[in-house]
């Protein structure tokens, strides 16, 4: 229970009370699925009695932007930057981890979410939606904090630390119970299967831009692993 608090201290703004010790999920980092059905969860519940999708849409994702902090969404800015940077890896690496906003953050941050927003809207259920969605970003990050070679210091690299390669699997199987709901198994397959695309395709893309992985890589991961998981099903 210790890991499961540090963890949503470190992935929610829930008043969880004091501060938990923070190394209790680091050794535990493929919880992270935990996380997203709590966040999406609170977030499908905001949504279900809505019968307008647009509107059920624009809550279920201000809840989990919400509920998350934008801690991610930063992330997602701030690859943004780094990826629409010219020059060197060490100033594509400067542009990402300064405290400047640039035109390379606003345009990931409005496309991620625009193609979030339109998906959603169109999936059915929207609640199942996501629920689905925000398991399967958690997911990413655990599978990326296994898999991805630190760059620099920083809570990636203390969190890859105490990673081992079986975390791949726990994190995986946390995402079992999506089976239960009420969609199609393919679905929550699907999902899985677009997580894993996401992941590789940024470890192949950090790899050859920044040298490896930091954590504005995973929290980009998130951010982009939810809207391909939405868009995905919307057209499915």
Known sequence: MRSIRALLQFCTTLPL?????????ARRSYLYPIAGYIIGGIAALLAFGIESPVLAAAVGLAAVLIL??????????????????????????????????????????LVVTLVAFAGLQTAAPVWATILIAEVSAKLAMAWLTVL??????????????????S???????????????????????????????????????SQ????GVNGDVVGAAHEITRAAVILVLALL
């Open 17 to 25: 009370g004091r501060a938990a010790d923070f190394e209790a999920f």
């Open 68 to 109: 998350s902090g934008a801690n991610h969404f930063d992330g997602l800015l701030d690859f943004g930057d780094g990826l629409m940077a010219h020059g060197n890896r060490e100033k594509r690496i400067l542009a990402m981890t300064d405290r400047n906003t640039g035109a390379g953050a606003v345009a990931a941050g």
């Open 148 to 165: 991805g070679r630190p760059f620099r210091e920083g809570i990636h690299s203390y969190l890859h630390g105490f990673a081992r390669p």
């Open 167 to 205: 975390f791949l699997i726990y994190a995986a199987a946390l995402a079992l119970p999506l089976l239960l709901l009420p969609v199609p198994p393919a679905v929550p397959g699907m999902a899985v299967a677009v997580t894993g695309a996401v992941v590789v395709g940024m470890l192949a893309l």
């Open 208 to 211: 050859n831009i920044f040298g």
